[in-house]
């Protein structure tokens, strides 16, 4: 495994202007095995449904119906083809598994919830990937110069470095970037939008040849909410992720949808710090070994 480089915060989130972010949920040096809830429940993962197939008497309606409103035919006729479509995309996005020696020359930019991901991938499940992570980081303050007062950028080979000078030093061929948790609160979605092309261009600048993996936001659990920092929210800024990456040709990543469950809440399973009695400031939002694994098999079929 290549050298990892991380901050590792004691504070769980960064707060300011009233709103909350995301920070490490560790300590130094700790395990990863630390604040993780242990559970037995099977992995869950959200499946589409498949439709069923219509009878010869529906069939039979549709046709005296077709015949009575041509119009709604016609708008019938173009829902299947929309939903075919959507049918198509959704195929193409999975597949075989890549091996896990396809990440060997990627880099994994985040905050602490790719930090949570970073202690499951040292037993090789993602190869020899390496992890520019930090607590509190996003996609605003990453832009901030290494000498600002408040940087909490990344650490790599025992130097504090700007994601994109650490970058620049490993250049990888594949860069896998999530980031949003700080920044949906304290920024609102769209100034956030606007940091994610920024930064992503200065990647790409760094890293020219490299290939650009945009990741999702991940959901909290049900009632976890932190003021703007929502599933809701978390939602709508995805999807504004997703047109901007259509727009400039990255790969986009629903890893929320992976480790959601039927309501868009993360599966209480994959959830290493809810609030609870024994953990009163859980934030409702990294994940367990187990959530990470659903994360990791999500990765590997859907980035060929």
């Known amino acids: 495994m290549k050298i990892k480089a991380w901050i590792l915060s004691a504070a769980l989130i960064l707060s300011a202007l009233g709103a909350a972010g995301c920070s490490g949920n560790s300590g ?4 990863k095995s630390e604040n993780a809830v242990d559970s037995s429940a099977e992995t869950v993962v959200s499946a589409e449904k498949s439709k069923e197939e219509k009878s010869d008497e529906s069939s039979e309606e549709l046709s005296e119906q077709s ?3 041509p119009e709604q035919s016609k708008d019938n006729s173009e829902q299947s083809k929309d939903d075919s479509e959507q049918s198509k995309d959704n195929s193409e996005q999975s597949g075989t598994p890549v091996d896990s020696s396809w990440f060997d020359d990627a880099v994994f930019i985040g905050d602490s919830v790719t930090l949570r991901l970073s202690y499951y991938a040292e037993d090789g499940d993602l190869g020899d990937t390496t992890f520019l992570c930090s607590g ?9 110069d290494i000498d600002h ?29 999530m980031f949003g948790m700080n920044d949906i609160a304290r920024y609102g979605i769209d100034d956030t939008i ?7 261009e200065k990647l790409l600048e760094k890293c020219p040849d490299a290939v650009i993996y945009v990741e999702s936001v991940t959901p909290t659990i049900a009632g976890a909410d932190h ?24 790969k986009y990543l629903d890893v929320y949808s992976a480790v959601a469950d039927e309501n868009g809440d993360l599966i209480y399973e994959y959830c290493g710090d809810p609030n609870t009695e024994d953990n009163p400031n859980g934030m409702g939002l990294h994940f367990t070994n187990e959530g ?9 079929t859907h980035v060929a």
């Open 194 to 200: 606007t940091a994610m092309r920024e930064v992503t």
């Open 292 to 300: 990470c694994k659903v994360w990791a098999d999500y990765l590997k």
């Open 28 to 31: 130094n040096n700790t395990s």
């Open 227 to 250: 003021g703007d920092l929502n599933n809701v929210n978390i939602r709508e800024f995805d999807e504004k992720l997703k047109s901007v990456c259509e727009e400039r040709g990255y």
């Open 136 to 144: 509190s980081l996003g996609y605003n303050n990453c832009l901030w």
């Open 67 to 69: 015949k009575d409103n």
């Open 149 to 177: 007062e408040d940087n909490v950028h990344p650490v790599y080979n025992g130097e504090k470095l700007t994601v994109f000078d650490g970058a620049e030093l490993i250049k990888p061929k594949k860069i896998f970037i």
